[in-house]
């Protein structure tokens, strides 16, 4: 049983940055086949923003060069480094990891 807890989220004007970090409770996130970052936005289908499968990284496009993914194996975290945030990247961001899904976090992007 793996339990996912995402935390970070919050309030940030346009050009903001924030860190989002999941932490993993079961078993090493690190050790896990494919762990991702979600995104749901307001009236829209969740989508998958960052994905780490098998050690390849891969982004949506409308975040590649400003979102990160990384783990942080001494706090068995996954991260999520957002920069130059905007606000089309409002919503609620969740944490998977194979088939284990945490609460989310909300971020807004507001002026």
């Known amino acids: 049983q793996v339990q996912l807890v995402e935390s970070g989220g919050g309030l940030v004007q346009p050009g903001g940055s924030l860190r989002l970090s999941c932490a993993a409770s079961?078993?090493?996130?690190?050790?896990?086949?494919?762990v991702e970052w979600h995104r749901q936005a307001p009236g829209k289908q969740r989508e998958a923003v960052a994905t780490?499968?098998?050690?390849?990284?891969n982004y949506i496009d409308s975040v590649k060069g400003r979102f990160t993914i990384s783990w942080d194996n001494a706090k068995n975290t996954l991260d999520l480094q957002m920069n130059n945030l905007k606000p089309e990247d409002t919503g609620v961001y969740f944490c998977?990891?194979?088939?284990?899904w945490g609460q989310g976090t909300q971020v807004t992007v507001s002026s």
């Open positions: 998977s990891a194979e088939g284990y």
């Open positions: 079961g078993r090493p996130m690190s050790s896990m086949y494919r």
């Open positions: 780490i499968v098998a050690g390849v990284i």
